[in-house]
Each structure stands twice: as structure tokens, then as C-alpha cells.
């Protein structure tokens, strides 16, 4: 399952610093993966990249962006229920390593 940033959400970008997938964007900006661009997923608040969000799963025990966001706005995406075999094939296809 990806999670999802609500409209709680005040834009203090403390997550998009943290995912290790790059999967968190400022409002507008259009997200990409393997140098394809895809349209922002929200003009109104930062948002996450559901194809790039594995739950942190393979890189943390718990979701960074909500361990971090101070207004609670880090939500599971009901609409986008995923096994952890899933999120970790996810994470293959992204293949992004931690620095
Ligand atoms: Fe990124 Fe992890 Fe948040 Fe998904 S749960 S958006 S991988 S920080």
C-alpha cells in the first residue's frame, strides 16, 4: 500500500527530504522515474508518488514521511493496498540504494 499526503498537509517539505525512494514532490512539480516525467499528482500540497512509494519497506522499519510530518497528513492509501512482495518488487524496479 503507498501512502498518501492529505490536505493537512502545510508544505514544510520535512518528508520529502527523508523517503528514500524520492517518491515525495512539491505541489506542481511533475515527478519522474527512470527519466520519464509524470504530471504532479497535487497542485494544492506536496504529494507522493504512489508508483515510488514502497512503504519504506527494504529500507526503514517504519514510513519516514510519517515519522516526520508534524500535522499528521501521512496517510495509507486505501485505494492502493499492496503484499510486502509486491512493495519489494516495487523497490527492484525503482532501484534506488541508500547513500
Ligand atoms: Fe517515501 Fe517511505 Fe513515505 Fe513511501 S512511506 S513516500 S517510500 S518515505
Redesign the pocket.
Known amino acids: 500500500m503507498?501512502?498518501l499526503i492529505t490536505d493537512e498537509c502545510i508544505d514544510c517539505n520535512a518528508?520529502e527530504i527523508?523517503?528514500?525512494?524520492n517518491?515525495?514532490y512539491p505541489a506542481g512539480e511533475s515527478w519522474e522515474l527512470h527519466g520519464e516525467e509524470h504530471p504532479a499528482v497535487s497542485d494544492e500540497h506536496t504529494y507522493?508518488a504512489y508508483d515510488?512509494?514502497?512503504?519504506?519497506i527494504g529500507?526503514?522499519d517504519e514510513?519516514?514521511?510519517?515519522a516526520v510530518c508534524p500535522s499528521e497528513a501521512?496517510i495509507k492509501d486505501p485505494e492502493r493496498v499492496e503484499t510486502e512482495e509486491e512493495l519489494l518488487a516495487k523497490k527492484e524496479k525503482i532501484g534506488t540504494v541508500l547513500k
Open positions: 503507498a501512502y518528508c527523508e523517503c528514500p525512494n517518491a515525495i507522493i515510488k512509494c514502497t512503504e519504506c529500507f526503514y514510513p519516514q514521511c510519517v501521512v
